[in-house]
């Protein structure tokens, strides 16, 4: 342990302080292992010592101490990430924020929470007053909402609310910044783009107000087809269909459906699968679609039963990849926006069956559009590279999950705002260093 550590540790020694190696290893890392490329560049990486605070006072003087001794502090939520976002490459504190989790108010439409509550928690809670999170992505049993902003960006609810990124989806946030004197600075409205998907590089979470959605009681649905083309084209028909309440439009092709030894009664062999969440009051018309586009439903859970079980929504999103990779850790995967179905046809023909399509509908600039996290068996970082540069220079757009810098992964450029947020309130670059290209 450097001695600017153990000066941190002293200091802070009146907080819960995790030394164990054992610990700070499970607690240094996430699900970077998804891809290969990043498994390689930081299954070593480690903090030094843990720290977790309870109260946002706590936080300021965690922050004040890392800033005297010039020491890397590195934000973490649950550490479900899989871009390695909460892996310190330069060791240093680790702050776990698991303990902060209280909602401070909850009302209709909108709610104030500590970065700390987990999402499902959060939305137990909410339903009571007949309101849910907008979007959640399929970690939402244990992520929190705080790292769902640091490092998410999608998730069931999407294809209503679109991304977390487009704006009313944050209505604020206080964070507390690491100068010599550390701030509580609270940021409204457009500002929250200063900090929202920052990879906890330029002020540290500890408040946030959220815009909530209606609750209804959504059904899970597992629909089967003979083509995979088919199953798509009724997920774009049931994303396009305003009179049918939804929250999850999840299409895969029967080569990945093979995966889900869960659900294996309910996904006949051969056969291409949609998950789906519907509204329970709507399941007459969505029968009515079904039967126009030639479909089977295998699986159909009331609200009430889907609560008890495990949920449709832990085979979706990237759930997909976890299952895949559990029998086969050979597959990796891309994250695409294919933006039309007629795009998701010509890729399914270009690459066949080296390229497993799994699609996911979210809105995008107010239109329903199919993306996706299709699987692909690793062979070298050259073929990960060719594959995203066919599916650019052909129509769809990729966020690399292949990279840990964050203007190389779903951004592409440099945001500015963030840039020059983070001089302001990390003017030594202690947050999370290593994560932003320009910094480094
Ligand atoms: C199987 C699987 C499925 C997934 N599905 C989805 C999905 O559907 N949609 C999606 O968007 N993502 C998905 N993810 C990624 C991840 O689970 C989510 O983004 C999740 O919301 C992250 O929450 P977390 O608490 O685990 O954050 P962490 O991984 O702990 O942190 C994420 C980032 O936020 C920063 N951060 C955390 N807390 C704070 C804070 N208080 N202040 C500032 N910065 C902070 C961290 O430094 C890190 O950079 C998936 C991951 C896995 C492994």
Redesign the pocket.
Known sequence: MSQAIDKVKQALSHLEIITDTHQITKLSL??YH?SPILHEKLKDKRGEIVVRPSTEEEVLQIAQTCVKYKVPL?????????YG??IPLQGGVIVD?TK?QQILWLKPGVASVE??VK?AAFDKQARQIGWELRM????YR???I???????????GSVNYGQ?RDRGNLLALR?VTLEDEPRVIELRGDEVQK?NH????N????QLEIPLAPAYPWAEIIVVFDEFMQAARFGQKLGNSDGIAKKLISIHDASICRYFHHLHDDLPEHKHAALLMVSEYDLEAFHELVNEYNGNVTYLKNAEEASKGISLLEF????T??HARSIDPTITYLQTFYFTVDNVEHFYHHFGDEVMIHLEFLKFQGKVIPGGLQLFHFTTEERVNEIIRYHEENGAGIANPHTYILEQGGRKTSDSLQLDFKKEVDPYGLM?PG?IAIQN
Do not use: E
Request: overall charge positive; proline content about 4%.
């Open positions: 996430d699900y998804f590195t934000v973490r939520g649950a550490g479900t990430g899989n976002q909460c924020m902060m970065p700390g999402m959640a992505p399929s970690t244990i992520a929190t705080g790292g769902f902003i640091g490092g998410g960006s999608v998730g069931m977390l964070i900090v920052a990879y906890g590089t002020g540290i979470i500890t979706t999103w990237n759930h990849t976890l999370n994560k």
